[in-house]
């Protein structure tokens, strides 16, 4: 399984981004798709995910800014993020969990770096 994670850049803080995370799968294969971020000295943090079913999760901090959606027909995941802050500066990865028999499966894409200046 391969994730192609896209669309990272330096953006003004007020701004907007949208990230892309291309599947060498279908995503419906996948339990979750969800995207992670990592800023530097902090540990990699849940931002959003999608289930199968629709179901999204968001962290706190980025609830009402960001949002999460996908195209099964491009097996594509995206991350629509607005309103940007300079805390939101991360490196950006898209993951997948679960698939088919296998629950634990974990998988990661290369990250994203977003940039939000002040």
């Known amino acids: 399984v391969q994730l192609q994670a896209s669309g990272g850049g330096l953006v003004q803080a007020g701004g907007s981004l949208r990230l892309s995370c291309v599947a060498s799968r279908n995503i419906y294969d996948f339990a979750s798709m969800g995207w992670y971020r990592q800023a530097p000295g902090k540990e990699r943090e849940l931002v959003a995910s999608?289930?199968?079913?629709?179901?999204?999760t968001y962290a706190d901090s980025v609830k009402v800014r960001f949002t999460v959606y996908r195209d099964s027909g491009k097996n594509t995941t995206y991350l629509a993020m607005s309103s940007l802050k300079p805390e939101d500066t991360a490196v950006y990865y898209c993951?997948?969990?679960?698939?088919?028999?296998?629950?634990?499966?974990?998988?990661w894409g290369r990250g994203t770096l977003v940039t939000v200046s002040s």
């Open positions: 993951n997948a969990k679960g698939l088919g028999t296998v629950p634990n499966a974990d998988f």
């Open positions: 999608i289930t199968a079913g629709g179901s999204m």
